[in-house]
């Protein structure tokens, strides 16, 4: 996961040294269909089974993640205003509400990574400011996608793309970590379907501001035409 992070960072400093409006229709239905989706999701805790060091640590982090998603998404549409950050970023705070309550039925403290005996609290989640991430690399990736994503409307969108790919990516790896746990699996695969039609309505965007290769024109790292389209 940090090697993720560490080659997003270098990427775009890369990048940085050379050089859409999307359907707001469709992407109010995708905001509307998460919230159904998270309104019907089953996920009692079995709190009799103990959750792992790596499945602990795959709740906060994914908690974090989501809450670097909705973060950049807000800042970036007051600088960058598109369709795609204004109605993506509501999703986002589904997102970290599904994760959320996994944090919550298992009283697991998420800011404090050291000892995660700590209980959980609502009060400490909802003051984090934006910006503010107990995981020292997702902050270090705030910084990066903020410094990108203001110079322009198209690289807020690429922005977009980057910021899907990285969690669709980490989603992969701690569904593989929750096996055993379908709580976590279930609320990871509904997580990474949003970031699948999220990845597209950048894609979508960048497309309809004239970059004919989308996403995939940031590089192969985040091209990837085999996500499912709904």
């Given at each position: 996961?940090?090697?993720?992070?560490?080659?997003?960072i270098?990427?775009?400093?890369?990048?940085?040294?050379g050089?859409?409006?999307?359907?707001?229709?469709n992407?109010?239905?995708?905001?509307?269909?998460?919230?159904?989706?998270?309104?019907?999701?089953?996920?009692?805790s079995d709190?009799?089974?103990?959750?792992?060091?790596?499945?602990?640590?795959?709740?906060?982090?994914?908690?974090?993640?989501?809450?670097?998603a909705y973060?950049?998404?807000?800042?970036?549409?007051?600088i960058?205003?598109?369709?795609q950050?204004?109605?993506?970023?509501?999703s986002?705070?589904?997102?970290?509400?599904?994760?959320?309550q996994l944090i919550?039925?298992?009283?697991?403290?998420?800011t404090?990574?050291?000892?995660?005996?700590i209980?959980?609290?609502q009060?400490?989640?909802?003051n984090?400011?934006?910006?503010?991430?107990?995981?020292?690399?997702?902050?270090?990736?705030?910084?990066?996608?903020?410094?990108?994503g203001?110079?322009?409307?198209?690289?807020?969108l690429?922005?977009?793309c980057m910021?899907?790919?990285?969690?669709i990516?980490?989603?992969?790896?701690?569904?593989?970590?929750?096996?055993?746990?379908?709580?976590?699996?279930?609320t990871f695969?509904?997580?990474?379907?949003?970031?699948?039609?999220?990845?597209?309505a950048?894609?979508?965007?960048?497309k309809?501001?004239?970059?004919?290769?989308g996403?995939?024109g940031?590089?192969?790292?985040?091209?990837?035409?085999e996500y499912?389209q709904?």
């Open positions: 996961m940090k090697n993720i992070i560490v080659t997003t270098l990427t775009l400093l890369i990048a940085s040294c050089g859409g409006n999307g359907n707001g229709n992407q109010e239905n995708q905001q509307a269909n998460l919230e159904n989706a998270l309104e019907s999701l089953d996920t009692p709190t009799t089974v103990t959750l792992s060091e790596e499945q602990k640590y795959a709740l906060a982090f994914m908690w974090h993640e989501e809450k670097l973060d950049i998404y807000h800042e970036l549409n007051k960058q205003p598109s369709n950050l204004a109605n993506i970023q509501n986002e705070t589904t997102h970290m509400d599904a994760v959320e919550k039925n298992y009283d697991i403290n998420v404090n990574l050291k000892d995660y005996t209980a959980y609290s009060d400490e989640l909802s984090m400011a934006i910006g503010e991430y107990a995981v020292p690399e997702i902050k270090a990736l705030y910084d990066t996608l903020y410094a990108k203001q110079n322009s409307k198209q690289d807020a690429e922005v977009g910021v899907e790919v990285t969690d990516n980490d989603l992969n790896e701690y569904i593989d970590i929750a096996q055993g746990k379908s709580d976590l699996i279930q695969e509904f997580l990474r379907d949003g970031s699948y039609n999220h990845y597209w950048f894609d979508k965007g960048l309809s501001m004239g970059v004919s290769d996403c995939c940031i590089g192969s790292e985040w091209c990837h035409p499912p709904k």
